[in-house]
């Protein structure tokens, strides 16, 4: 991202800052292997870097750290001493590094070591309890890796809460990021989160990737969009195969790609314009209803789509004009970009750059919306459907 130097979130060991990672609550299934097969903890171990020696070892060093008085086994009053040396953030119930929540901690995790409830957690119970969890470590953090590089990226993160139903603001993201680092080596200290992360995740490399995508179909298209700008404006009936070959014997091949140069040019602006307002007015119109930005629901979408083109529209269409009006140009020799808007503005004042544009929108809108909507519904499909896939994996 511009103007940050984004560190990412890479894979630790469970005990990598400390036996407290290993003490959170009870595996759940989910998750998706590496190559889409099912996650081993042969893939935990290599993602890890270490030998199977070096796991043995950092896993009864763990061990080691709750058992201080070395019994061989750890108990209800072990666990709590445990977590209150280790200054646990985070409990269950109660505030944080309160008595009431080490003890329910220590409870809530006897219960998930302690197989056959004796009160008691031997190394090798402490050992399965180890492998569950970071097995399922492996596959949250597979899942939130849509990029599979290796390494969690803020707004992967933040994409991530948020479709498990958590808002998360930039501050509290930083925060979560920077305590991170503090607890791992590798990371750095100097994580930064840019500004406005929740409402512009990734805004760079979807304008670039939306310019280059609308650069390639407006061209592809050109041919098309000439031909029907030119039977729009003759007033005469006339065939497509009249209309192909007219434009063929007034500038050859390249006559079908007149105007092409200014529909490359707006699309950027027209992008970005278009789906920032839209992001906006979803912001704006579930702030009025007092819920959640992705609940939007399809009348939202439909509103929020229809204005944002409209709003596009209105801001890119002199472009569009001086386009078109390129495109039908009938006076011998074509003039320049320059030379037909200032001929325009002379001859027509400024005015003239709008000339259309009502009907235009009258298009635009109704366009827009279904554009967005289906759009973002069928995004939210394909989320919903691929974490479901990866998790059952």
């Not at 998750?31 to 896993?59: C, P, S, Y």
């Not at 503090?182 to 760079?204: L, M, R, T």
């Not at 529909?263 to 027209?270: S, W």
């Not at 929020?304 to 020799?333: F, H, N, S």
């Amino acid at each position: 991202m511009s103007g940050a130097a984004v560190q990412a979130v890479e894979p630790r060991p469970a005990a990598a800052a400390g036996p407290a990672a290993a003490a959170s609550q009870p595996a759940a299934g989910g998750g998706g292997g590496a190559a889409g097969q099912a996650a081993t903890m042969e893939h935990v171990r290599l993602a890890l870097r270490e030998t199977e020696a070096e796991r043995e070892a950092r896993i009864r060093a763990v061990f080691a750290s709750f058992d201080a008085a070395g019994r061989g086994h750890l108990d209800h009053a072990q666990i709590v001493a445990g977590l209150a040396a280790l200054r646990v953030p985070a409990v269950p119930e109660g505030d944080a590094g309160s008595g009431a929540g080490l003890e329910d901690y220590a409870r809530a995790l006897l219960r998930a070591c302690d197989r056959d409830r004796d009160g008691r957690v031997g190394y090798d119970d402490f050992r399965r309890y180890m492998d569950d969890k970071e097995l399922e470590l492996y596959r949250i953090f597979q899942a939130i890796d849509v990029e599979h590089n290796g390494c969690i990226l803020p707004e992967e993160l933040w994409h991530a809460l948020v479709k498990a139903g958590i808002e998360i603001g930039d501050e509290e993201l930083a925060r979560f990021v920077e305590h991170v680092d503090k607890d791992n080596d590798d990371i750095g200290e100097q994580a930064a989160i840019p500004e406005g992360i929740s409402k512009h995740v990734s805004a760079s490399k979807y304008l670039t990737a939306g310019g280059i995508a609308g650069a390639a179909s407006r061209t592809a298209t050109a041919p098309l969009d000439r031909l029907k700008v030119n039977m729009q404006v003759q007033t005469n009936r006339t065939t497509v195969a009249h209309a192909v070959k007219g434009i063929w014997r007034e500038g050859g091949l390249l006559g079908f790609f007149r105007g092409n140069g200014l529909n490359v040019v707006k699309v950027a602006p027209e992008s970005a314009i278009r789906f920032y307002t839209y992001e906006m007015l979803k912001e704006y119109i579930m702030k009025s209803k007092g819920e959640n930005k992705s609940d939007i629901g399809t009348s939202g979408r439909l509103i929020a789509g229809g204005l944002a083109g409209a709003v596009a529209q209105t801001a890119i269409y002199p472009i569009d004009l001086v386009k078109t009006r390129l495109q039908t140009y009938e006076g011998g020799r074509i003039p320049s970009l320059g030379a037909l808007s200032r001929d325009i503005w002379i001859r027509e004042g400024p005015r003239a750059f709008y000339r259309g544009l009502v009907p235009s929108l009258l298009g635009m809108v109704p366009y827009a919306g279904i554009d967005l909507t289906v759009y973002e519904t069928l995004k939210e499909m394909s989320k919903t459907y691929v974490l479901k896939d990866s998790g059952s994996s």
